[in-house]
């Protein structure tokens, strides 16, 4: 499926930008010696054309609004790539639009692309690059079949960054033919596929053949493809096109500018950058970067306007000064910023323009009716991968027209790129310095992601290595590391009843078998939907809260591990939190751990050799009387280097110190089985198939990947996040300095139930709302006990109790919004605190 949104009638850009001149248009000389038209509304105030360098491509569209060859206002910029991300959320609708991802194309749209992510809000921004950053392992590439330089690495700190599921919105200046965009698709999806992509661009300059082929390469891969743009035209190009071109580049008098064969005095300007906020997006740019970004953007502003008015260039009289922010090749989204920030501070008092060097080789032809008026030469000064070469700065030497020419450069590079090369006779800021007064330099530090450490050998050295997505489990590798052998190829699964009945008649254990993966309903799905939508934020509040608590009692770097498998969406939201709210990437592990049998003491040997014990913080997803929280603790005795305590999303129970709340509400997580739980059994313990130096078992239901909702659940709650933030914070403090010693008072709830019920044991009590949606899900429950007007919480619990015919109770002095009741009566093979039956 595809949909074409273009604006049709995009602002065009006002005189100044279009080069001062009126009198016609900047691909006039172009379009009259090459043979090219251009057909489209607006697309004459978008564009320009000039003659490539390029034996591929005869002809460049030269954008007004990109920053990149002609400069323009920073604002401009920014709020053509603001604008049309704004029109991608709108398609989106807000909730698939917080699920997005964007990816921008280097070098060109890697401003674009970002501005685009601002546009939709509070989502992920990633680049390509063509610079590989020693360190850091790509997770992905592709080529751009048209360019002079073909190559793009994909270089997230997070590696999982693009593996959610939601729309994925891919960024470039124009979408020619829809060759790049496939590649990179193509790529993409098979790693992660996903049913939504979105391609943006500030012109759309297909043919029909290009059109029908992109449908076509769609619907293979059965997504969703939508295209938009500001304007969409074509352009008619003679067949001798490439020939005609090669014999006017020979023929034209290049207007590139000699001299600045001395060293350049450039001022530099020390930023008072924050420390640790990356400088674009080539490792990723997440909501929490971009925060503290626009915090900084005002005070770096005054910083440069400081080195302006010192040098004399803002405090004159007559015409306000030309100042240009002089971005570099793939760093143009900090020094657009930097320009909207100091265009804003100065007001009238200049005139603010933006642009940025460039790898692409184009011919310089100084006429109005053409696009590139002027062009500086200079040698590559980052190091670059491909080794030297040429870049270029077009359009800032002022040519046949002194109006034209920029009182001060202020030239950003980051740190990889300030090197001997940039300030020596020929570089960038020689060539510079003949044409303007001001030279001033400001650098920016580069990001580069710290690498995972290494474990060291040890006594653990020889123990197995955790399972990770997408080999076991749909997760992102990233986002946990089971400490389980898998046990797929084992059949272990069997109806709940003939179950039951196995463990009553010989008495095993429950951990020795599987139960049939629930399938839900129509119905039933329409309810867990209806339920993650309604609770996210409240669920995104209490993920931010125990992380806050956890981050500032067990810090700085706790190594998360989460209780097999309720507690691993939570270990994956709360993995999450820490990434997107304080840049941390915290260790997340899931083990087993299995009522009457204890903790896997594998499991906890790898723990021991690969990580501090005492940094070790487990995490659960909930509390019901507090029976897994009491296991813990005894199973850890016998390993003093651990703490006990538990970390839960909901503590209802009163069981725990550190919880993000003690509401019994419901968790959408409870509702299903593996396929909200990364498409993991729940964890098997059976002699013959796990021996004495083995993980405990689990199950990957690969086959159950069409239900998967795993990653929808984790990405709705973390895109609540932002939002959250202030309150979560404020929760954690308060948790802190309040006595939250355990009340038990769950304990003491359920067994006054087991008594006035006569069932006579506390096992079979399930006290709340996550517990009571296990004894329908997976075992023969007797009745449901329902808190009266415990609302739509108990929806799905009443759903279930419906289908399955048992009773719900309603009353009156419940402390939990529901309990189910297994009765050995009624269930023969209902297990005990040993998990054997109850006879």
């Not at 139960?515 to 339920?531: D, G, I």
């Not at 419906?802 to 109770?809: K, L, S």
Request: some cysteine; glycine content about 10%.
């Amino acid at each position: 499926m595809r949909t074409d949104v273009n604006d049709g009638g995009a602002t065009a850009p006002g005189d100044d930008e279009r080069q001062m001149s009126d009198a016609v248009w900047s691909g006039d000389w172009v379009a009259e010696r090459l043979g090219v038209e251009l057909a489209g509304d607006g697309l004459k105030d978008l564009l320009g054309l000039a003659l490539r360098r390029n034996p591929r491509r005869a002809h460049l569209l030269v954008s007004q609004v990109l920053g990149k060859h002609v400069p323009q206002r920073p604002g401009t910029v920014h709020g053509a790539g603001h604008g049309l991300g704004a029109r991608v959320r709108a398609l989106l609708g807000e909730a698939r639009a917080r699920r997005a991802v964007v990816l921008g194309y280097a070098e060109t749209a890697t401003g674009l692309g970002h501005s685009v992510a601002d546009g939709i809000g509070g989502v992920p921004y990633l680049h390509s690059t063509r610079r590989p950053v020693p360190g850091t392992r790509p997770v992905g590439g592709f080529e751009e079949e048209h360019s002079h330089a073909t190559s793009h690495l994909l270089l997230p700190e997070d590696p999982g960054l693009l593996g959610g599921e939601g729309p994925l919105v891919l960024v470039d200046d124009e979408f020619s033919t829809g060759r790049t965009v496939r590649n990179t698709i193509a790529a993409l999806h098979r790693r992660h596929p996903r049913a939504h992509y979105v391609v943006v661009a500030l012109v759309d300059m297909r043919s029909a053949r290009d059109v029908a082929d992109l449908d076509a390469f769609a619907a293979e891969l059965g997504a969703r493809l939508d295209v938009v743009s500001l304007a969409a035209g074509r352009v008619t190009l003679p067949g001798d096109v490439l020939e005609r071109g090669r014999r006017l580049v020979a023929e034209a008098e290049s207007a590139a500018e000699a001299g600045g064969d001395t060293p350049a005095e450039a001022v530099r300007v020390g930023l008072r950058w924050p420390e640790g906020l990356p400088d674009g997006g080539r490792h990723g740019f997440t909501p929490a970067h971009r925060e503290r970004l626009e915090a900084a953007l005002p005070d770096l502003a005054a910083q440069l306007a400081g080195a302006l008015a010192a040098r004399g260039v803002t405090e004159g009289a007559g015409r306000a000064p030309r100042v240009l922010v002089l971005g570099s090749e793939e760093l143009m989204y900090v020094p657009m910023r930097l320009g909207c920030a100091l265009e804003e501070q100065l007001g009238d008092r200049a005139e603010v323009r933006f642009s940025t060097t460039t790898r692409s080789p184009v011919l310089a032809v100084d006429d109005p009716a053409y696009a590139i008026r002027t062009a500086l030469t200079f040698p590559a000064h980052d190091a670059p991968a491909d080794g030297p070469g040429d870049r270029y700065a077009y359009n800032i030497a002022p040519g046949a027209e002194a109006a034209r020419r920029f009182d001060a450069v202020v030239a950003v590079v980051d740190s990889a790129g300030d090197t001997p090369e940039l300030h020596a006779p020929g570089g960038l800021l020689a060539r510079l310095a003949p044409h303007t007064d001001t030279l001033l330099l400001a650098t920016v530090p580069s990001y580069t992601p710290e690498p995972e450490p290494e474990a060291e050998a040890g006594p653990g050295s020889r123990l197995p290595e955790p399972l990770r997505g997408p080999r076991f489990s749909s997760y992102a590798p990233e986002d946990v590391g089971w400490l389980l052998q898998d046990v797929s190829e084992v059949t272990l699964e069997a109806p709940t009843e003939e179950r039951e009945e196995a463990i009553q008649n010989g008495g095993a254990h429950y951990a020795e078998s599987l139960p049939v993966e629930y399938q839900p309903s129509a119905e039933y799905q329409r309810l867990f939907h209806s339920a993650l939508d309604d609770a996210a934020a409240r669920i995104a509040r209490a993920v931010g809260t125990v992380t806050e608590t956890v981050l500032a009692e067990r810090g700085p770097r706790p190594v998360l591990v989460s209780l097999a498998r309720a507690g691993t969406p939570v270990g994956v939201l709360m993995r999450r939190w820490a990434q997107q709210v304080h840049g941390l990437r915290l260790p997340h592990y899931a083990v087993s751990i299995v009522r009457g049998r204890g903790i896997d003491t594998t499991a906890l040997r790898w723990l021991a050799a690969h990580h501090d014990p005492a940094d070790v913080v487990f995490v659960d997803g909930w509390t019901g009387k507090g029976a897994i929280t009491r296991e813990l603790a005894e199973a850890l005795a016998p390993y003093p280097g651990f703490d006990p305590e538990l970390a839960v999303l909901a503590d209802p129970g009163g069981c725990v110190r550190t919880y993000g709340t003690r509401e019994d509400f419901l968790i959408p997580s409870a509702c299903l089985n593996s396929t909200v739980s990364g498409l993991i059994s729940r964890t098997v313990l059976r002699e013959g198939l796990v021996g004495p130096d083995d993980f405990h078992g689990g199950k990957f239901y690969r086959e159950l990947a069409g239900s998967d909702v795993s990653g929808l659940f984790v990405d709705t709650v973390a895109a609540r996040f932002e939002e959250v933030r202030a309150s979560a914070a404020a929760d954690s403090a308060a948790l802190r300095a309040a006595d939250r010693e355990p009340t038990w008072a769950g304990w003491r709830a359920v067994e006054r139930i087991s008594e006035e019920y006569g069932i006579g044991d506390v096992n079979l009590v399930k006290p709340g709302v996550g517990e009571t949606t296990r004894v329908l899900l997976r075992r023969v429950p007797w009745k449901i006990l329902a808190r009266r007007g415990a609302g739509s919480d108990l929806d799905h619990v009443r759903l279930l109790s419906e289908q399955r015919g048992v009773p719900v109770e309603e009353t009156d002095d419940l402390p939990y919004s529901c309990v189910g009741l297994i009765h050995p009566r009624y269930t023969r093979g209902a297990t005990g605190a040993d998990g054997k039956a109850v006879a």
